[in-house]
């Protein structure tokens, strides 16, 4: 049995360790190379990523690496994409989508497309209302580059799409007159040239030199095993069009206007801090949220229970998304929902059926089950290389509980 889990995570770790020193190497990334606008008669399937990537026009993924390094970037865009698009894969009929997801799905393709007959162009869209998709809780999405989330403008020609990034871990650009980062490979040769000339110069101070690194090595934080809070991205490329938006909603925040179709804003805060800013302008017929891998059914790092003491799971903290989900769920508008794993899928839906405020106050729109635009890399968690997951493994989709009002002609005591 030992040598079985050996054989399963070694091989892997192998695969991770070559992928991450493959996207080192400096060759040309043909994966990468993302195609352009989609021809009128030609149709785009849903059904998996080969088929997607060829009906698409994308270059031929002729090796798994190649497979892998392509779905990882193209993951989040897809998931979106493969929704929400009238092709896709999640129907009725294979009861992935319920009939008030159905409902709910038309209304939104109402904006997303154009009548049946008519030419979806860009032209097509100019009386259009603009399409909002918030994701909730952002961190490596929000550092993609913008050509990437130009992908999802090209399955729907005819939409304007405005992506809103919100969270405490979104990337921001980097300030204007910073310098461009370095190469890593030049980078790593300054610091050995750097280490070998103080090595060379501080030959007869090594006593010093000693000293100096062990009280380096005592000033560093203590090393808490199993507890993994994922890091900000790092600050993402300034564009010419970049502008802050810190006056228009009061949090570090910016916004690019990147095409005619697609606009992009980022928030760095918690969501429950902006929500009354957007609160009056939500429309099911324009507006999704959308929320990657939450972490609903974890333990809340912050808030405890002042009944017993134990930690609030963290759709239940008032400092995660305890009041975030009841003031989603409020604007009728659809939830979707990734995990990276079937037991994560299975801990955030058993989480959100007995958290306050949103048990009993939701319908199904799309039921829990695999998602065809997964990523197919394996991620391993710093503080445990067993642990290994795949970004969007899984996807299911909530909303607003709907009551009908009934309206009485008379009233009568008899």
């Known amino acids: 049995m030992a040598d079985q889990e050996h054989k399963e995570y070694c091989s892997r770790l192998r695969e991770v360790n070559e992928d991450d020193h493959d996207l080192r190497s400096g060759r040309k990334y043909h994966e990468f190379e993302m195609p352009g606008p989609q021809a009128y008669e030609e149709a785009i399937s849903f ?18 690496r190649s497979r892998r390094h392509a779905s990882k970037v193209l993951t989040y865009p ?22 008030e997801g159905s409902r709910s799905l038309a209304a939104l393709r109402t904006t997303l497309h154009v009548p049946p007959g008519a ?6 869209g100019a009386a259009k209302p603009q399409m909002r998709i918030f994701i909730l809780g952002a961190r490596a999405e929000s550092s993609l ?53 103080s090595a060379a110069e501080n030959a007869p101070t090594t006593h010093t030199s000693t000293d100096t690194a062990k009280q380096r090595e005592e000033d560093k934080p203590a090393y808490v095993p199993n507890v993994y809070e994922p890091p900000t991205p790092a600050p993402i490329m300034r564009l010419k069009r970049t502008r802050s ?29 902006v929500h009354a800013q957007f609160q009056d302008t939500f429309d099911p017929y324009t507006d999704a949220f959308f929320l990657f891998s939450p972490g609903f059914g974890f333990p809340s790092p912050n808030s405890v229970s002042e009944l017993d003491g134990k930690p609030y799971l963290q759709i239940a903290s008032p ?49 829990p089950g695999e998602n065809a635009f997964g ?19 899984g996807v299911w989709g909530i909303r607003g509980k709907g009551r009908e009002v009934r309206k009485r002609s008379s009233f009568s005591l008899f």
């Open 119 to 124: 030419p979806d162009t860009e032209e097509a």
């Open 47 to 64: 059904a998996n990523w080969d088929v997607f990537w060829y009906t698409r026009g994308f270059a031929s993924m002729d090796t798994e």
């Open 319 to 367: 400092t995660e998304w305890g009041p975030v989900i009841p003031a989603l769920l409020a604007t009728r508008c659809a939830i979707y929902v990734t995990g990276f794993s079937p037991a994560d899928v299975e801990r955030d839906v058993r989480s959100i059926e007995t958290a306050p405020d949103v048990a009993g106050e939701f319908e199904w729109v799309i039921t």
């Open 375 to 393: 990523s197919e890399k394996w991620e391993v968690a710093d503080f445990d290389p067993r642990v290994m997951v795949k970004t969007n493994w």
């Open 245 to 273: 938006s810190v006056e228009l909603y009061g949090v570090p925040s910016y916004t690019v206007p990147y095409t005619p179709q697609l606009t992009i804003t980022g928030l760095q805060a918690n969501y429950a801090e």
């Open 145 to 197: 580059p913008p050509h990437v989330w130009e992908q999802l403008c090209m399955l729907f020609p005819s939409c304007h799409f405005h992506l809103f990034f919100i969270g405490p871990q979104v990337s921001l650009p980097r300030p204007a007159n910073s310098p461009p980062p370095k190469p890593p490979n030049e980078s790593a040769m300054k610091d050995d040239t750097a280490t070998n000339q």
């Open 78 to 99: 897809l998931t979106i994409g493969s929704i929400l698009h009238q092709n896709s894969g999640l129907t009725l009929s294979n009861q992935r989508v319920t009939p």
